[in-house]
T-cell receptor
Framework: NAGVTQTPKFRILKIGQSMTLQCAQDMNHNYMYWYRQDPGMGLKLIYYSVGAGITDKGEVPNGYNVSRSTTEDFPLRLELAAPSQTSVYFC????????FGEGSWLTVV | GENVGLHLPTLSVQEGDNSIINCAYSNSASDYFIWYKQESGKGPQFIIDIRSNMDKRQGQRVTVLLNKTVKHLSLQIAATQPGDSAVYFCAELSGNTPLVFGKGTRLSVIA
């Protein structure tokens, strides 16, 4: 079972560049989430979605955008990358039990 | 906002001993709690969960205790092994609100 798949695993961006972190799940979950985790810290919710076509802001949405055109996919877009967005990004899906992807390590220089 | 926090940020335990990781929560409306384990370089993995209508739930070598009176959650790991070394997060759910994570406790197992 693939579960939650994130790409890319690692990426280095220059300040001001844009990129999209991809996330796909094959468990037919309605709920999907994007979290970021800074070194030695917990997970902070960026955006979440309760179903296709519906997205909501989490705790730290500034500088990010999401879309949910299908149940399976929930991409996270960074429009103008800033050093403060250097972090590990985790996509997750599920209802009460939430399953996480392996993470995407992003460095903005 | 509501807070999910941990009493101990780090915990060192001798191999074979039992580990107890604690978590405090402040949202009295939370009705579902989860413990996650995160190994270095990996995403969080589900360990065990408990609903608010229970005060104890046991899994394989792990037990979660819930004390709603003092809003306290704990994870007990029996016969701690080196493979248990990781960061452990508690998380809470209230209705349809997204999962809220605590800061985490790093468990180090001393061989």
């Amino acid at each position: 079972n693939a579960g939650v798949t994130q790409t890319p695993k690692f990426r280095i961006l220059k300040i001001g560049q844009s990129m999209t972190l991809q996330c796909a799940q094959d468990m037919n979950h309605n709920y999907m989430y994007w979290y970021r985790q800074d070194p030695g810290m917990g997970l902070k919710l960026i955006y979440y979605s309760v179903g296709a076509g519906i997205t909501d802001k989490g705790e730290v949405p500034n500088g990010y955008n999401v879309s949910r055109s299908t149940t399976e996919d929930f991409p996270l877009r960074l429009e103008l990358a800033a050093p403060s967005q250097t972090s590990v990004y985790f996509c997750a899906s599920g209802g009460n039990t939430i399953y996480f992807g392996e993470g995407s390590w992003l460095t903005v220089v | 906002g509501e807070n999910v926090g941990l009493h101990l940020p780090t915990l060192s335990v001798q191999e074979g001993d039992n580990s107890i990781i604690n978590c405090a929560y402040s949202n009295s409306a939370s009705d579902y709690f989860i413990w996650y384990k995160q190994e270095s370089g990996k995403g969080p993995q589900f360990i065990i969960d408990i609903r608010s209508n229970m005060d104890k739930r046991q899994g394989q070598r792990v037990t979660v205790l819930l004390n709603k009176t003092v809003k306290h959650l704990s994870l007990q790991i029996a016969a701690t092994q080196p493979g248990d070394s990781a960061v452990y997060f508690c998380a809470e759910l209230s209705g349809n609100t997204p999962l809220v994570f605590g800061k985490g406790t790093r468990l180090s197992v001393i061989a």
